[in-house]
């Protein structure tokens, strides 16, 4: 961790993941959730800045996350704009498939207490189109209602209360990347360029 205005290293952590390690800070700057996988578990750690900049650990969380019963890897993180709670993708590793065109899950965990929020798991019949593992990339819409999942096939959306879904874009083709804009919403970086993309109804 380096604090930018003294341009020094305020602190240094291990025990993170060994196979992919994905950091991301929430709103408010001073927490921080990683999705660190490993011989193919997966597990969530979460830090704190303490008032002299140095990382502390808040918790870390391996117990009873959602799986997909194989080898999986996190690839994203994701916050809500208020913080409060954060998305992980998991999926399957690499050469490892699932039934029915499973992709991967997104779970949703608590932030302060490191309790599971929900999760759902993304196949075929969520998506309505074949497919099998893949990375996603994952953004909540700026007023915390959606959550857009970035896959192979388009954008799937999800209400980011329940996990529910409630629409798949399949018009922006293959996504790379989400991005959050305050005022014009969600921008994708797809196969074919940047789109900004439409909310789903409701």
Do not use: K
């Not at 996988?37 to 997966?42: A, C, E, F, K, L």
């Not at 293959?174 to 305050?182: C, D, G, K, Q, R």
């Not at 074919?192 to 439409?198: P, T």
Request: charged residues 20%.
């Amino acid at each position: 961790m380096i604090d930018l205005d003294r341009g020094e290293v305020v602190g240094e952590l291990d025990g993170f993941g060994d196979w992919s390690v994905e950091p991301r800070f929430a709103p408010d700057g001073r927490t921080l959730a990683v999705g660190n996988s490993m011989q193919g578990t997966w597990w969530l750690t979460v830090l704190e800045l303490g008032d002299d900049g140095n990382p502390q650990r808040r918790y870390d969380r391996e117990d009873g996350l959602p799986t997909g019963n194989g080898s999986e890897i996190v690839t994203d993180v994701a916050f809500t704009p208020d913080g409060h709670r954060f998305a992980t993708w998991v999926r399957p590793d690499y050469g490892c498939q699932g039934p029915n065109g499973y992709r991967g899950l997104v779970a949703t965990t608590w932030t302060q207490s490191g309790e599971a929020a929900w999760h759902l798991h993304v196949d075929d019949d969520v998506i309505g189109a074949p497919g099998q593992a893949v990375s996603a990339s994952l953004c909540f819409t700026p007023d915390g209602s959606w959550l857009a999942v970035g896959l192979d096939p388009g954008v799937l959306w999800l209400d980011a209360e329940t996990g529910r879904p409630a629409g798949h874009d399949r018009t922006a083709g293959t996504v790379n990347f989400l991005a959050a804009h305050p005022d014009l919403g969600l921008l994708a970086a797809t196969e074919h360029g940047l789109r900004l993309l439409d909310l789903p109804p409701g």
